[in-house]
């Protein structure tokens, strides 16, 4: 149990954040259906943007937070009106591509923002324990799973019992149908990535905590949403929630126990884990646990 149960909340964590990441894509995906490459900029600018208002600039860290998530908002809706507007009625598929080049650029500016120096969000949790006789439990673990699980479940309910959440959800089904029952489907669109991307700043500082901070590489975390949002389906935020946190215990458990009972799969297994778990996913279910199949009919 000493080990168990601290590498279990450990992964339960972890998987939450990447369950939060995943998450912000699938919000822009259900609006637009288009898949958000740019996810892991959008990640390390929050970051940056939470450790700017909180050690730079001073304010408090839950002050900090929130004004990254709305700093990043912006973000967000600024990018979906210059770079996506344009392209909506066009294929999809050059809708993605166009992601790519938004997760190039805005790589670019996050590289040029944090420079080679690795930034600390300022979290107030730090390295400090929950001592339950022997084991230890980190605190920032726990903040983790509320923090993530309390906005995922928040983002739930607006999509669900309210109006813009009603809009944004006619939207996704048919376009031309909720433009004719006079929905803003561009205001949705900017919405949506608003929303994701205030997600992911929120994400960005969450990995951010305890000992390891931030750097321009971080961003390659994000690319773990992946195989969240594919085992968990990529439409589906309920998915996205299971799928995150089997793939954080996956990874939490092997980075455990893995160096101890199965040494011969090499140093830092536990990185390929939800990469493993990817493939499986798409050999047993391509749609995912909880995705929503296509069907055609000829």
């Known amino acids: 149990m000493e080990v168990l149960l601290p590498a279990l909340v450990r992964g339960l964590g972890i998987g939450s954040t990447y369950a939060l990441l995943a998450v912000s894509i699938v919000v822009i995906y259900r609006a637009t259906e288009v898949v958000n490459f740019a996810q892991p900029a959008l990640m390390i600018l929050g970051a940056y943007f939470t450790s700017l208002f909180v050690t730079s600039i001073g304010l ?71 001592e339950f006789g022997t084991i230890a439990i980190f605190q920032v673990d726990v903040a983790k799973i509320v923090l993530s699980l309390g906005a995922i479940g928040a983002v739930g309910l607006l999509l669900k019992r309210s109006r813009i959440g009603l809009a944004m959800r006619a939207t996704s089904l048919d376009q031309e149908t909720a433009l004719a029952q006079g929905v803003d489907v561009g205001r949705m669109f900017s919405l949506a990535w608003a929303m994701s991307a205030a997600l992911a700043a929120l994400a960005g500082m969450l990995i951010g905590t305890g000992a390891g901070g931030v750097e321009a590489t971080t961003a390659l975390v994000a690319l773990k949403a992946l195989p969240v949002i594919i085992l968990g389906g990529i ?64």
Do not use: K
């Open 235 to 298: 439409d589906s935020i309920q998915g996205a929630v299971v799928a995150g946190l089997v793939i954080g215990v996956a990874e939490s458990l092997a980075r455990a126990y893995q160096p101890e009972y199965a040494p011969w799969l090499g140093a830092n297994f536990d990185i390929i884990v939800p990469y493993l778990v990817l493939i499986v996913s798409l050999m047993v279910r391509p749609y995912g646990l909880f995705g929503t199949p296509e069907v055609q009919r000829v």
């Open 60 to 130: 408090p860290f839950p002050v900090g937070v929130v004004a990254a998530m709305v700093a990043m908002a912006a973000v967000g809706a600024l990018t979906e009106r210059v770079a996506m507007r344009p392209l909506v009625g066009q294929p999809v598929f050059a809708a993605a591509m166009v992601t790519v080049g938004v997760l190039i650029v805005l790589t670019a500016v996050a590289n040029r923002l944090i420079g080679p120096d690795i930034l600390t969000v300022g979290d107030p949790w730090g390295l400090e324990r929950l």
